[in-house]
């Protein structure tokens, strides 16, 4: 029997997940059989996210060192630069603006009080994280050791170190062509494992689904309902209207194109809520199926993993004024383009894994002098929020590749 293409697969495997999740959760925790599906669950998932983090830091310092590499010149090195920066800002702007006029229209956390959450702000101790230290140590991040970096997996200072390596293989031309030539051929060796680790995909998504949506807390999402819509809905917006919209203008490529070519990562970003994760699968998905050139994919996308973030972007800036409304505090306009500037410096500073806006939300929180504990409401329900928020940051990048393409190659004509 010949089995369905991948990417039908992946998609029954994220249907049956979230299936047997919601059965699961149906029968209750303590059943025995729901512990030992959740157990075999749990082992799938993270031998799946085990696989691709393995992966990804090869990945990660050959992609970006040969992209460069194969740019060759100067002023398209320059380009391709300017190109992906001002798209991620801008990007993440408009994703920022959408969260914080959705959260100021709809109001999510007013009629809600704050001693109703007492006991989830109990156990939590928010650390101090002021903007200048932040800054300090996200700058002081960004260069190591490359072995150190390598070895504990430090995904932006391994980006920063292959960037300076591939800009000296373009200065140096001819005479670097050995470590390029094995550099490429790392590169190649090493998506070729990608493509054995995807074959497991279908399952481990099912997997982690599964445990996603057993575990989920009702109360609480039930409680906070309203902030949860807003945030999902304009997550969406920005996911499916605003993100397809600027593609088109760039590219003139229709929605149902990028989607069908970029499903798997973006089901793989939902299922494992991390965009570092999610990163081998994304760069194969952008240069086999979206068309996109090596040498910009193998730029744009590992960088866009750990800076451009418009999901977390959007939510930072939402879940500000969420809290501000839940104190009864009215956030002025000048404390809003605080939270607008902030909001996008945490999100750049975010590593892209699981949660990991809900720390440099403390950052946003304290620039306009919100209590910071107020983030021990939001952690219950965090992991189903991260869901979408990842797929749009994951999605962001996919699009953002496409869009310098088409900017490079229009002006170097
Ligand atoms: N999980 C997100 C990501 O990997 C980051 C976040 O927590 O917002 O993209």
């Known amino acids: 029997m ?12 994220a249907v049956f997940g979230v299936a047997i999740g919601l059965y699961f959760h149906g029968l209750g925790a303590e059943q025995q059989t729901v512990q030992s599906g959740l157990y075999v669950a749990g082992l799938i998932g993270t031998l799946f996210i085990d696989l691709l983090k393995m992966i990804l830091i090869p990945l990660v310092f050959c992609s970006i060192s040969v ?36 959260s100021l229209y709809f109001k999510p956390g007013t009629g809600l009080q704050l001693n109703m959450f007492e006991n989830a702000m109990q156990n939590f101790e928010a650390k101090q994280l002021p903007l200048p230290e932040f800054f300090a140590q996200f700058l002081h991040g960004l260069f190591v050791n490359p072995f150190t970096a390598l070895a504990q997996g430090n995904v932006l200072a391994v980006v920063m170190f292959a960037l300076i390596l591939g800009v000296a293989l373009v200065m140096g031309g001819d005479r670097f062509k050995h470590v390029r030539t094995i550099l490429q051929e790392a590169l190649d060796v090493t998506m070729l494992i990608v493509g054995w680790i995807m074959r497991l995909a279908p399952l481990g998504i099912m997997a982690l689904l599964i445990k996603l949506v057993a575990v989920q807390d009702v109360a609480m999402l039930s409680t906070l309902a309203k902030f949860v819509a807003v945030v999902m809905g304009t997550t969406l917006l920005h996911g499916i209207v605003v993100l397809p919209l600027i593609l088109y203008l760039f ?59 418009d999901g977390t972007a959007l939510y930072e800036a939402a879940a500000a004024l969420f809290v501000a409304n839940l104190v009864g505090v009215e956030l002025s306009l000048m404390q809003q383009l605080i939270v607008c500037f902030t909001a996008m410096i945490a999100a750049m500073g975010a590593p892209g894994i699981p949660s990991a806006g809900m720390v440099t939300m403390v950052l946003v929180l304290q620039s306009v002098g919100l209590p910071a504990e107020a983030i021990a409401i939001l952690l219950p329900i965090d992991r189903l929020l991260d869901t979408l928020r990842t797929t749009v940051n994951v999605e962001g990048d996919m699009v953002g590749s496409l869009v310098v393409q088409k900017l490079v190659t229009q002006t170097s004509h």
């Open 67 to 102: 992209g460069i590499a194969n740019l060759r010149q100067h002023q398209q090195m320059h380009r391709v630069w300017v190109a992906t920066l001002l798209f991620f800002m801008g990007s993440m702007l408009i994703a920022i603006i959408l969260g914080l006029s959705a």
């Open 251 to 309: 590219t003139r490529r229709s929605p149902l194109w990028f989607w069908r070519g970029a499903r798997e990562a973006l089901v793989t970003a939902f299922a494992t809520s991390s965009s570092a994760a999610t990163l081998p699968i994304t760069l194969r998905c952008t240069i086999q199926h979206l068309k996109v050139k090596p040498e910009i994919a193998g730029f744009v996308t590992p960088l866009g993993s750990t800076i451009n973030m």
């Open 2 to 13: 010949k089995l369905p293409s991948l990417n039908i697969q992946i998609l029954l495997g």
